[in-house]
Nanobody, 114 residues
Framework: QVQLVESGGGLVQPGGSLRLSCAAS????????MTWYRQAPGKQREWVAQITSGSTSYSDSLKGRFTISRDNAKNTVYLQMNSLKSEDTAVYYC?????????WGQGTQVTVSS
């Protein structure tokens, strides 16, 4: 089992940057995939980016502004978000796919507003 805790959200002006963190309760080196999702008010949860041991992938609409990375030594996955827009406002969730099991964090709120 693994617990995930997201942090780093907050209020940021349009054009600003934030770095989200997803800290896992145990080693993530053996976890097949770590993924960021987001859910805006009144909308379905949206896939944002994923990182495996050997690759990264992004939602086409976000490619170039968001970067996912991992630090296995710190059991943490990051999401660097640049050039933020109001439509990036959402709760951001971290997910771990560990074999047949899927784990979610509680989410962190990101609000982009002037």
């Amino acid at each position: 089992q693994v617990q995930l805790v997201e942090s780093g959200g907050g209020l940021v002006q349009p054009g600003g940057s934030l770095r989200l963190s997803c800290a896992a309760s145990r080693s993530i080196s053996s976890i097949a995939a770590m993924t960021w999702y987001r859910q805006a008010p009144g909308k379905q949860r949206e896939w944002v980016a994923q990182i495996t041991s050997g690759s990264t992938s992004y939602s086409d609409s976000l490619k170039g502004r968001f970067t996912i990375s991992r630090d296995n030594a710190k059991n943490t996955v990051y999401l660097q978000m640049n050039s933020l827009k109001s439509e990036d406002t959402a709760v951001y969730y971290c997910r771990a796919d560990d074999g047949p099991r899927v784990y979610w964090g509680q989410g962190t709120q990101v609000t982009v507003s002037s």
